[in-house]
């Protein structure tokens, strides 16, 4: 008899064969028992095929877009590489993962970077390493970009970056950005006659994470093209690049042809309003990594009075911020139906510390019991609240090896990533 191959859930990197559970070519129970659990697993395959996915949608809906890969949501060495090798651009907010791409090599033509928070430091390695591209939240930082290259590149530098305006978007909760008020755009106006060595290129919007609905698309492009009539209008810009953020859901559960028609519909808004020439770049984290990365655990404890399932790892490594879909597999019991409700819990010692409810799962599961979480690739590392258990052991997993990105015993005590 041939071998028998079952693919759960749709992600094709998932299969059970031979009643085993596979991730890629590799037996779960055979990682765990190599590497001590609880294991984080990342599939470079399926990293490339999401930005091959992205990056081919995007291109024939907008044939003038570039994307720049949100690092924060998985910012592992390793995955810089990955997006590097396909030629991807970056998103980034920090001095620390510009000093990790400069350390890959990474081309600084393909970099974005801006945020928040940038400090002198970040600044003065922005204007060295002469990235093209800086998103600015607060307008202060314009005058602050245009001293730092005059400073280091002096007065006649032909560096002039390109700056792009974040802006709050109309969610109630929007705090971060410009201002969408008449004030804000007199002193656009100003600003930029004033900074001559800084270039404006445009407006960033983006909505939030894990949009699930056209209305939030829409609302986000809404938002995007009465800030750029106004900037036009008021202080008198014209808008080359619009940055329409990240915010998709990860690449399995966005299907073509919901993502085609998302796209599509923005198409059509930015035409209507005379866009058509514009440049679009776009930044996505979550849809790349997201459900490219696996946790391998074990069960620690089963209470059957309360139902609950208690692993060795939780929102320490797992956190609710994650906002991310998870599901969970029994490897040890792979063929038994899970068809009983249980809750998740981690190692915490706090009541705090659940990852899932009522979640449907093999009635005998018992101490010992390896347990897959599909859907750790993105944000899990980024909002980890750490506890002081030791980290988990990292695994990149290409078609026929394995990559020990970080093991514990190669690693520090408590290293960050
Ligand atoms: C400006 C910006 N771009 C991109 C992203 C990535 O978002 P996601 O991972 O949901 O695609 C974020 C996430 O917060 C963001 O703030």
């Given at each position: 008899m041939g071998k028998e191959k079952k693919r759960l859930?749709?992600?094709?990197?998932?299969n059970v064969e031979d009643g085993k559970l596979k991730i890629g070519n590799f037996s779960c129970l055979d990682l765990a028992k190599k590497w001590e659990t609880p294991i984080f697993l990342f599939l470079e395959e399926k990293i490339q095929e999401n930005i091959n996915y992205i990056s081919s949608i995007f291109s024939e809906i907008f044939p003038q877009s570039q994307g720049f890969y949100s690092v924060k949501s998985n910012y592992l060495q390793k995955t810089a590489e990955i997006v590097k090798e396909e030629q991807f651009g970056a998103e980034i907010v920090s001095l620390t993962e510009l000093q990790m791409l400069k350390r890959i090599g990474f081309d600084h033509t393909k970099i974005i970077v801006g945020g928040p928070y940038l400090p002198d430091k970040f600044l003065m390695q922005i204007v060295q390493m002469q990235i093209p591209y800086i998103v600015i939240y607060d307008l202060i930082d314009i005058s602050r970009i245009s001293q730092t290259i005059t400073k280091i590149?002096?007065?006649?530098?032909?560096y002039c970056p390109k700056i792009l305006l974040k802006f709050q978007t109309k969610k109630y909760t929007s705090r971060h950005g410009?201002?969408?008020?008449k004030e804000t755009y007199k002193l656009i106006s100003e600003i930029f006659k004033k900074n001559t060595n800084v270039e404006y290129a445009g407006v960033l919007s983006h909505f939030g994470t894990?949009?699930?609905?056209w209305l939030q698309y829409e609302e986000n492009m809404k938002n995007l093209i009465e800030i750029v009539q106004k900037i036009k209008k008021i202080s008198g810009l014209s808008s080359k690049i619009l940055d329409i953020g990240g915010g998709f859901s990860n690449a399995d559960s966005l299907k073509e042809k919901e993502f085609r028609t998302y796209l599509v519909g923005c198409k059509n808004m930015l035409y209507q309003a005379g866009f058509q020439n514009s440049i679009i770049f776009y930044e996505p984290g979550r849809f790349i990594v997201e459900d490219t990365g696996f946790c391998i655990a074990e069960v620690i404890r089963v209470d059957p009075i309360h139902k609950v399932v208690f692993l060795n790892?939780?929102?320490?490594?797992?956190?609710?911020?994650?906002k991310s879909s998870l599901r969970f597999y029994n490897a040890t019991r792979i063929t038994e139906a899970p068809n009983s409700p249980f809750d998740f819990m981690g190692?915490?010692?706090?009541?705090?510390?659940?990852?899932?409810?009522?979640y449907n799962f093999t009635k005998s599961v018992s101490r010992g019991d390896i347990i897959v979480i599909a859907n750790v690739g993105a944000y899990a590392l980024t909002w980890s609240t750490r506890f002081p258990y030791s980290f988990p052991n990292i695994l990149f997993l290409s078609k026929k090896q394995i990559i020990e990105y970080k093991t514990r015993s190669n690693s520090l005590i408590f290293p960050n990533s």
């Open positions: 859930y749709g992600n094709k990197y998932v590149l002096g007065a006649n530098s032909n410009l201002h969408n008020n894990r949009l699930k609905t790892i939780g929102n320490n490594y797992i956190p609710k911020f994650m190692n915490i010692p706090s009541d705090q510390d659940i990852l899932i409810k009522n």
